[in-house]
């Protein structure tokens, strides 16, 4: 029998996924069904799911839309094309890529343009690496983090830039740092990694946890890239560890013999799906919060949906800008109001 949940903190949504989800469910309570989303709107199957039954239909080609139907882009960031295409297609498109995504679409725009071969380490096929490599894909090579450098083959080795997915496990991105830098020692890389402030303290709260316990249950869809990574982690502190979608997908013999299991969740994760877990796990002992650190940062609602939203509430002189129940709050104070209420307003 386990004797304690120690749960993580921060774990699950992250400030880019509570920006998408909350304006994807502007979107679905302004306009009349279908809603049409470019790629999952984040990769959880769970808000997926929500979406789908409250009338937004995902696709993967923009030709797929009807036109004139409003069209949302995902939090993982949309290759050039695929904007001006769901823009030319759409009255109202809205694009809720991640700010912390669009950095990096900077990134590779600004280092190709200056002459710079450029390696993107993240995973083939993500739709977050697709859309950031579509920038510059002549100058762009990608590297998964499982391989090494050997397939990079730059024209100047004194012009290399290394750019990574948001999401990697802090252990890859910093080996293939050390490889790149060793090879090319006037390489180009952001101050910062581009590796985000929420893939780095899950991963941080996952090292924690594999100090006190001996199994690590990570909520998350298997599309997730940040979840895989918190797996992996766990795997590399030397810990078992399984992702599981919810609760149904514990099998009850992972918890033989450990008296302490982790849980967390990955960044696109509903925490009530964390706590059904917890349900299950059913710890004699009861759940201990470990905080690695605190979270504050908040992304704004895209501006094309700011702008319409706004004078939607012109128009109707207010009546969606006061607050009703089965309503999102008014757009000037979307701080007062989290993603996890928005997938409650699903339902309703
Ligand atoms: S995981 Fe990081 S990059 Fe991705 S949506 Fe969240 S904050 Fe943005």
Redesign the pocket.
């Known amino acids: 029998m386990v004797d304690k949940v120690l749960l993580a903190q921060p774990r699950g949504f992250?400030?880019?996924?509570e920006m998408?989800i909350k304006a994807l469910t502007w979107m679905v309570r302004v306009f009349e069904p279908p809603v049409y989303c470019y790629h999952e709107i984040?990769h959880n199957a769970a808000v997926v799911a929500a979406f789908e039954r409250a009338g937004v239909v995902f696709v993967d080609d923009i030709a797929e839309v009807p036109q004139g139907r409003p069209i949302m882009l995902s939090?993982?960031g949309s290759a050039p094309e695929v904007v001006a295409a769901a823009d030319e297609r759409s009255a109202v498109m809205v694009d809720a890529v991640?700010?912390?995504?669009t950095k990096v679409h900077h990134e590779v725009k600004r280092m190709a343009a200056k002459g710079y071969d450029i390696i993107y380490v993240g995973h083939e096929g993500h739709d977050?690496a697709v859309g950031a490599i579509a920038e510059a894909p002549d100058a762009v090579t990608l590297i998964d983090p499982s391989w090494t450098l050997e397939r990079f083959e730059p024209e100047d080795p004194e012009r290399v830039a290394l750019l990574a997915q948001?999401?990697l496990g802090m252990y890859e991105w910093d080996g293939v740092l050390s490889d790149a830098r060793e090879t090319y020692p006037e390489l180009w890389t952001a101050r910062k990694s581009d590796l985000?402030?929420?893939?780095t303290n899950r991963q941080t709260a996952v090292q924690e946890l594999a100090k006190q316990a001996s199994l690590i249950l990570v909520v998350g869809s298997e599309n997730s890239s940040?979840t895989q990574a918190l797996v992996r982690v766990a795997h590399n502190e030397g810990v078992a560890a399984h992702r599981v979608d919810g609760p149904g997908a514990i099998d009850p013999g992972w918890l033989e013999g450990h008296s302490v299991v982790g849980v967390t969740a990955g960044?696109s994760a509903p925490d009530q799906r964390v706590q059904e877990v917890i349900d299950v796990v059913a710890p004699a002992n009861g759940v201990e919060l470990l905080r690695v650190t605190s979270e504050d940062?908040y992304f704004p609602l895209p501006p094309s949906l700011r702008r319409f939203v706004q004078t939607l509430q012109a128009l109707v002189e207010g009546a969606v800008a006061a607050r009703k129940p089965g309503q999102p709050g008014p757009i000037e104070s979307d701080r007062e109001w989290g993603a996890t209420e928005a997938l409650e307003l699903l339902e309703v």
């Open positions: 992250c400030a880019g996924v998408a984040v939090a993982h991640c700010p912390l995504v977050e948001t999401t985000c402030y929420a893939t940040n960044a940062e």
